[in-house]
């Protein structure tokens, strides 16, 4: 991706972004005759968002900048911060199923093993911390702080 | 008022927690990677179930130890903590190559205690003052302020305007989401019941903030094992003769009341106050020609003024609910959870709780000075805990924390949205400041807007007609024009040279 193609993706969905928000903002009621009504503010910024993202977008395509072809440096490793997010995404649906405790032990082991490398990689050590800190977390949060936090299907 | 004052904040309970938050904060700030900002959003649902002073005093420990604590990894590894220890580099760095890390550290530990003093004793001055200011604002002049705050903060957040302005724009509209202001309006709930009390700043904070950088190891996961060199140190007192301390005197004053006056001004922070003191400094200096071969006189500049900073922040913050910066917007989080609304007549409705937090960021300062030397050699061991062990824990502390905030899983699963959103910003170059200061300001853009268009029926003359809202809406477009052609500028230089135009640029 060169930083022209990135500077046009942000600028279209900035402008989709504008636009919706105009659309939803059309149909809010007004509910005080005296009031310029609840969608009003949405609307001025959904303009704003619409000219700023549009003047974005117009200066992008003009810009005569020679780096605006040069490649954006790569994000790095795809695999690994793509399996964080779904690491991060299963962790959260199982949180409330399955209880803090369990969910966080799994989460921390993998999400361990996913950052470190062959060099650094200490499965035992992991395994002790990603049991130990959930519970220590969890007697914390129920005993201390009075805040049980989520048991799940079988209780703990 | 100021009797209760002392008594909440020189109680033992309190007493612990600022002392906590200070050593806390000192390990956030000194560990590459993590922040002063990260500190104070992730333990800012634990004060949830604490008394206000209590709750405040820790947030204001963490805030001032990690600010602090960048100078530890700024001069052993020349890795800047935070982005506030950027200047510390320039001779910090150079002064552990020539075996002085030690002098360098005792150093900066000191004068960010003086530099943070000085800071609080201008917020004491000039906020009860400001305040009496602001008692004659009307809505159309509060909203005038919402509109320079933002445009100085999209200004000065990134290289690009435009780019800030979007950020803060997108974190207007997120503010939009739930009841109105005024008529209780549901907006943009998309049938979600949980949307209707609107999103929680704790939840964007956890995602923007610290989830976003845990997403960003994984895609660096490759590098996250190198390690730096780290510098050896020897240390006796803080490494200054009084002969020096003296002659040091003109220099921490100059440099704590730029960093006061950089503190006030929304959107700048501890970074741009340390860079232009350093600045300050090196000009004023009978022998410029030695700054960034490893003198005091520029640790001094830089620690002074980005502690000096943080007082300064406060001031807009207390009296007109305005952040200063990242970390500043975070700690009015804090200060809205806990029932305490800033603004000019804070010093009437919350008074016991202001003087707490002057008292709990004086005894903060001497707890940093103290337990910031004594624990020099664990805080320059814990440079060597492992990312990859690190940055889990504190994702599930993540998730603790936004469960904790309303006991519902919704916001945990808020957490990765707002991450992904701060993902989609990191990668796009868009600074996530003014996504928090939009949010944040949201409801005081938007309730003045229309209460101040009510009493005009509809007329938005009112915005020019006002002296005081004329004035700030002057200054916000001379602000902007100033601002744009200064990047022009840097931009068109950058071209000439053949260089990238990064805009990405934060503060924390």
Redesign the interface.
Known sequence: MTNKVRDLVCSIVMLVVGVGMFVMARDIPRKIESDVGSGYVPTFIAICIIIVAGAKLILTLISKDPTINKKVPPLGDWFGGIATVLLMLAYMMIFEKVGFIISSIVYLFVQMMLLSNSENRKPVLFAIIAVALPIAVDALFAFAIKMPLPVGLWGF | MIATALANVFNPICLVLIWFGTVLGIIFGSVPGLSATMAVVLFLP?TF?MEPTQGIALLIGLYMGGISGGLISAILLKIPGTPSSISTVFDGGPMAEKGEAGRALGVGILYSFIGSVIGIVALAFVSPLLAKVCLLFGAADYFAVAVFSLTIIAALSGKDM??G??AG??G??LS?IGM?P??A?V??TFGNYQLMAGLDITVLLIGVFA?TD????????????DKFAKKKYHLKGYGVSMKEFIQQIPNAIISSLIGIGIGILPGIGGSTAGLMAYTAEKSRSKYPEKFGTGIIDGVIASETANNACIGGSLVPLLCMGIPGNTVAAVFLGGLLVHGINPGPLIFDKSGEYVYGIYFALIVASVFMLIFERLGLPIFAKLLDI????L???I???C??GA??SA?R?FD??C??FF??LGLFFK????PSTPLIIGFILGSM??EN??QA??AS??SWTIFVTRPISLIFLVVAVIFCTVTVRGNLKE?KA??AK????DTSEEEG
Do not use: W
């Open positions: 634990l179930n435009l780019n302005l979007i724009l997108i207007l509209a939009m109105a005024i008529d309006q907006r943009y989830v845990i997403i960003m190891a994984g895609f660096g996961r490759k590098t996250l094992a492992p990312k990859h062990i940055l889990p824990i994702m599930v502390m998730c603790v469960y904790s006991s899983v945990v699963q957490v990765l991450a992904l990668i796009f170059k868009i853009f938007e807007l229309r268009l009510q029926h509809g931009k950058a071209q053949g260089e990238d135009f």
